[in-house]
């Protein structure tokens, strides 16, 4: 894997991929709005309209859009640890990448909510700041002597398992660089062996498994393999990869379901790996999926992420109180409007201070090396 096929593939940017991330963040939305928070969804019933629009097709498992955004993960992070000039760069990029969104939308967020309610969504201050850190509030306020402590935001619970991913596949790229698939590999079969024990009798074996993010170590797996593949279609590790993280993802669906499986989650698990594989294979692009408005919501899907659950349901329980707008529609208006403003921040606030950041941090680690 030489620097110029890397270059290449940069410079050939499957526009795709942004396209993959709109489908993502759509799919999580519509599970928070029309299953998550209704009478018989996971959470509180705080929609005002029930669970009128539990009915459409795969909104049950919209969760698996974060599995998605998984797949693209690996895809992307493969190709950035390659780019990196050392472990502390590659650190730098991702911190820059992904903290100062954090900070604006995550600040979006507690000030709505705690202006706006509802009571449910409220956090402390402590858990504000804690979130901001990537890191579980619950794991910390048990170390400070807090219990209860929440994330600001459900769907931040992503990112944590995305910056142990992150420290991992760089720990294991650093360690060997051209032995890397193989280590992610056995780190890949290590994952399984422990997520299966510790399914089987819980204990140390399954706080490890979840520590490693075995459940969702798949579909990082997946992208990784298929970033290889992209590349070179004749590697037999990054097939095996590929099939074992495919395998894995439905093994661990069928033990982690409680209730059974059902043809929602099957559906549901070959439309990410097909549609991943099919997107990030292919050396066409496809008119849809990188269409310009696809393309612009992937591109600000990170942030739009960060405020779609709480800061909107804020907004949505206070002004359903205050219009005689239907609650669908004014649902509707809301992501709209939130999507609007996360484009708007992705492009005028967030992309000039990341680029700025990473100037700055570059000229400073040259100016230590020299």
């Known amino acids: 894997m030489n620097a110029g ?9 499957l526009l795709q991929i942004d396209g993959l991330r709109t489908i993502a963040i759509l ?8 299953v998550f928070w209704t009478p018989s969804g996971k959470g509180l019933p705080l929609l005002p309209y029930g669970d009128a629009l539990a009915w459409i097709p795969m909104a049950d498992v919209g969760y698996f859009g974060v599995y998605l955004f998984f797949v693209v993960s690996g895809f992307v992070i493969f190709l950035s640890l390659e780019r990196s000039k050392g472990p502390m760069d590659f650190a730098l ?26 009571a449910p969504l409220e956090r402390s201050v402590a858990e504000y700041l804690i979130s901001l850190t990537f890191l579980p509030p619950a794991h910390v306020g048990k170390i400070i002597g807090q219990d209860g402590f929440e994330w600001l935001d459900g ?19 650093f360690l060997g660089r051209n032995r890397f698939l193989a280590l992610w590999f056995g780190f890949a079969l290590v994952c399984s062996a422990i997520f299966l024990v510790g399914t089987v009798w819980g204990g140390a074996f399954d706080a490890l498994s979840r520590l490693l993010f075995a459940e969702h170590q798949p579909y990082f797996s997946a992208g990784i393999a ?7 279609p004749h590697p037999r590790l990054a097939r095996v990869l590929l099939a074992v993280a495919i395998l894995q993802a439905f093994t661990y669906a069928v033990l982690n379901s409680a209730s059974g499986i ?22 066409r692009s496809f008119p849809f999926l990188s269409s310009r408005l696809m393309v612009l919501g992937g591109y600000a899907s990170y942030a739009y992420y960060l405020l779609h659950q709480n800061a909107g349901m804020a907004l949505l329980g206070f002004l359903s109180a205050k219009t005689a707008v239907s609650g669908v529609i004014l ?10 403003l996360a484009i708007t921040l992705t492009l005028w606030i967030e992309a000039p201070l990341r680029r700025n ?12 090396a020299a």
Not at 155 to 173: K, M, Q
Not at 331 to 340: S, W
Request: net charge positive; glycine share 6%.
């Open 5 to 13: 096929n890397t270059k290449g593939l940069r410079d050939k940017r």
């Open 27 to 34: 799919w999580v939305s519509l599970f928070h709005y029309a």
């Open 93 to 118: 990029m991702r911190g820059i990448r992904l903290w100062p969104t954090l900070l604006i939308c995550g600040s979006l967020t507690f000030g709505l909510t705690s202006l706006l309610g509802p």
């Open 155 to 173: 769907a931040y619970w992503s990112l944590w398992t995305e910056v142990r991913f992150y420290t991992v596949a760089a720990v294991l790229f």
């Open 226 to 232: 298929l970033a290889v593949l992209r590349r070179n």
């Open 262 to 283: 059902t043809p929602s989650h099957i559906l549901g698990l070959i439309f990410v790996f097909a549609l991943a594989s099919h997107a990030m294979l292919a050396h």
């Open 331 to 340: 649902m509707l208006l809301i992501q709209a409007g939130l999507l609007v």
């Open 357 to 368: 950041l990473r100037q700055l941090a570059r000229t400073r680690v040259r100016a230590t």
